[in-house]
């Protein structure tokens, strides 16, 4: 079991430029949450998925920002346009049930130059 | 909402010695209480949690103790070690309008000093 996988482990984009965070839940998992951390902060919860569903975004930006966990496939986490003040880094986690047992990937560090 | 506060923010302790961090929580629903460790670079790992069903738990050096009346746990770390060098984060549940997800503390920053 290779634990959940976020892809790329670095990204750089130029201001106006897309963004796309991909996660691999942990064999057997069906939810899905994505956080964001800045330098020195804690946790900010974005958005909870299933599979082909969004659970709750009440932590996710309204303009820009955008997830989704098909059927087939890791989830993504899109962001549009991006500005300096996206970067950050981007965990996901996995669960077999609802908050038990968060599994966190590595993370995705998104600067943007 | 739920609302979880930690402390310190930074402990800086000596081998060997013992540490502690606190949070507190404000949802009395809340049932269910876990600590991650997160290393330089990494993602933040579950190091032990626990159950509103019982006071404390124990996993070698770590402990996790829960007073839901006074609505605070705490992680205690026992004999130090330098690896045990990290940030740690409480976290609670909330759940809100059929969604629950884990509300995280601001962390600790913890330095064994060997």
């Known amino acids: 079991n290779a634990g959940v996988m976020q892809n790329p482990r670095h990204l750089v984009r130029r201001r106006g430029q897309e963004a796309r965070l991909r996660c691999s839940p942990m064999k057997g998992h069906s939810h899905v949450y994505w956080y964001r951390q800045l330098p020195e902060e804690g946790l900010k919860f974005m958005v909870y998925?299933?599979?082909?569903?969004?659970?709750?975004e009440s932590g996710m930006p309204k303009e820009r920002f955008s997830a989704e966990f098909p059927k087939e496939g890791p989830s993504i986490l899109r962001i549009q346009q991006v500005v300096r003040g996206d970067s950050a880094a981007y965990f996901c986690a996995s669960s077999l049930t609802v908050s038990y047992g968060y599994t966190f990937g590595s993370g995705t560090r998104l600067t943007v130059v | 909402g739920e609302n979880v506060e930690q402390h310190p923010s930074t402990l800086s302790v000596q081998e060997g010695d013992s540490a502690v961090i606190k949070c507190t929580y404000s949802?009395?629903?809340?049932?269910?209480f876990p600590w991650y460790k997160q290393e330089l670079g990494k993602g933040p790992q579950l190091i032990i949690d626990i159950r509103s069903n019982v006071g404390e738990k124990k996993d070698q050096r770590i402990a996790v103790t829960l007073n839901k009346t006074a609505k605070h746990f705490s992680l205690h770390i026992t004999e130090t070690q330098p690896e045990d060098s990290a940030v740690y984060f409480c976290a609670a549940p909330l759940t809100q309008g059929g969604s629950e997800k884990l509300v995280f503390g601001k962390g600790t920053k913890l330095t064994v000093n060997p």
């Open positions: 949802d009395s629903a809340s049932n269910y």
């Open positions: 998925l299933q599979k082909e569903n969004i659970i709750d």
